[in-house]
């Protein structure tokens, strides 16, 4: 079986940028227990350092995310 990671990474930067659409899928995929791990702000950051492009909405995401950790 893939790795979630590459998976999810080929999806989102399969045209090179992220949308509004992919950052809302995100947050609600990574948000729908309430808490962020760790692994998951570090694909966050991973996906926004490797797109060419992204919406504020990832900025925003990845905010709420780091302040979740604790």
Do not use: N, P, Y
């Not at 979630?4 to 949308?19: E, N």
């Not at 729908?32 to 692994?39: F, Q």
């Not at 350092?49 to 504020?56: D, F, I, N």
């Amino acid at each position: 079986m893939a790795e979630w990671r590459k998976v999810a990474k080929a999806f989102a930067l399969g045209d090179g940028h992220i949308s509004q659409k992919e950052v809302e899928t995100l947050r609600q995929q990574l948000l729908v227990d309430g808490a962020v791990s760790k692994s998951e702000l570090d694909f966050l950051l991973e996906i926004k350092a490797e797109a060419k492009t992204s919406v504020k909405l990832l900025d925003d995401l990845i905010a709420e995310c780091q302040a979740l950790i604790k």
